[in-house]
């Protein structure tokens, strides 16, 4: 125990007195904080562009009053000029493109006869919003000739605000369910990248070690499996230290943003609205902000926390022994692209099965599978646990983590016994089964 010990202090030292892991520790969050303004600043120029589009209405339905100006989109009537010279004038001049509208006999066939020109390709975003405003348009223009008073339609349409309960009368919200998918995704995401990168630290070390031949010296004194798992929880260590510090960080970016655009945006508000305005906003917000706070101190807190250690380190711990035993097995980081891909598929997989079945439907045969699976429960059921899991469905998932971890943790010591010391040859998988079975 006490050579595990030392391992695991050298592990944990080595990495964490890295320049690289010292520079990424406080470089990253500001590096994902540019990166999102940068997103925001790129998004907020790309709408401040104006657009202009021109259209020639040949059926005399559409007027201005349907191709209303937007902040982004100005429209302009060439109908006078017909089709052929709007082209032209567009094609020479700086115009977003050119709508047509012929005049057609019907209001179904003129629906797919309306067409669009443009330099360049449009943006979708464009074509759905003048398809939006056409199909309004042909609407109201068919209800008319059916003798249906627009208003009244208008007047009947009604929003409904469905309320949630379970059936012990606790309520729930379409907010909380947000919340709760937001959790969830976040949580099997930050599990995912913890594995690629932190066992791939793993394997590259024991590939370094290996390569250098201090592997020799050290196995001389040290079995391969404490080495093995030393390596393990001394890089899972170094990656929880980094995690703690990039909360850290973020509380306290969070904290300062948002009380110095806080202070910003009330200025701002204050030299545009009234008194009474102004008010009635900060109340909206006041109650907005409660509501999402109260929402999630209604999530199970404590459970979500104990359970995303449980994952995190058991999901970590499986993957990071087939990567120890991948470095074991090969001379260089090329050699292992062929046993990567094998190991790599279930933990995309199960970031897929997540975002495709979870999220829509939590208690589902899918979803309840594939938490079950222990090669994919460690993300699957971290987002389902938002959601509300049974304490049995945990406990077989739990415990079939645990039994998968126990014979992936011996079937990869035995590959890395015998692999950490052959050198000059690219194993094969038939390789591998020979060393599993070696009882030497």
């Known amino acids: 125990m006490s050579r595990l010990k030392l391992i695991i202090e050298r592990e944990f030292i080595a990495k964490v007195r890295n320049k690289s892991f010292i520079v990424m520790t406080f470089l990253s969050p500001l590096l994902m904080i540019g990166m999102g303004a940068l997103v925001f600043f790129l998004m907020k120029k790309n709408d401040e562009k104006v657009k202009k589009i021109v259209f020639v209405d040949e059926s005399g339905l559409f007027a201005k009053d349907v191709f209303k100006d937007s902040k982004t989109v100005k429209y302009e009537d060439f109908t006078a000029l017909g089709l052929e010279d709007s082209k032209k004038k567009v094609e020479e001049g700086d115009y977003y493109g050119a709508l047509y509208i012929p005049k057609k006999d019907s209001l179904e066939i003129l629906a797919n006869s309306i067409e669009f020109f443009s330099k360049d390709s449009p943006s979708m975003t464009i074509m759905a919003s003048l398809e939006n405003k056409i199909e309004k348009k042909l609407r109201n223009e068919k209800l008319n000739k059916f003798g249906i008073d627009l208003e009244h339609i208008k007047a009947s349409k009604i929003s409904s ?4 309960f379970n059936f012990s009368g606790e309520k729930s919200s379409k907010l909380i369910n947000g919340l709760k998918i937001g959790v969830g995704a976040i949580a099997g995401y930050l599990l995912m990248m913890f594995v690629m990168i932190y066992g791939t630290s793993v394997m590259r070390s024991v590939i370094e070690e290996k390569t250098s031949r201090i592997i020799e010296v050290i196995v001389s004194s040290v079995k391969p499996f404490q080495l093995m798992l030393g390596k393990i929880i001394g890089n899972a260590s170094a990656g929880l230290l980094q995690f703690f510090i990039w909360g850290i960080l973020f509380f306290i970016v969070s904290l300062v943003a948002s009380s110095f655009f806080g202070i910003d945006m009330m200025e701002m508000q204050t030299a545009k609205v009234s008194p009474e305005q102004m008010e009635a906003m900060q109340q909206a917000a006041g109650s907005k902000s409660e509501m999402i706070i109260q929402e999630i101190f209604r999530l199970p807190l404590l459970k979500m926390f104990l359970l995303f250690i449980f994952y995190f380190l058991g999901g970590y711990m499986l993957y990071s022994s087939l990567f120890a035993a991948v470095g074991a097995a090969v001379d260089n980081e090329t050699d292992t692209q062929q046993f990567m891909m094998p190991i790599m598929l279930p933990l995309i997989l199960g970031v ?48 079939l983590l645990v039994v998968t971890f126990v014979l992936i943790v011996w079937v990869a010591a035995k590959i890395y016994r015998v692999g950490i010391l ?3 040859k690219k194993p094969s998988y038939k390789d591998l089964w020979k060393w599993i079975k070696y009882n030497g």
């Open 161 to 164: 605000d469905i309320k949630m």
């Open 352 to 399: 897929y099965v997540g975002f495709a079945t979870v999220i829509n439907d939590p208690h589902g045969p899918v979803s309840v599978v594939f938490s079950y699976i222990p090669f994919t429960s460690p993300i699957v059921m971290l987002m389902r646990i938002p959601f509300g899991v049974a304490w049995w469905e945990i406990a077989i998932s739990m415990l």
């Open 422 to 424: 052959m050198y000059g």
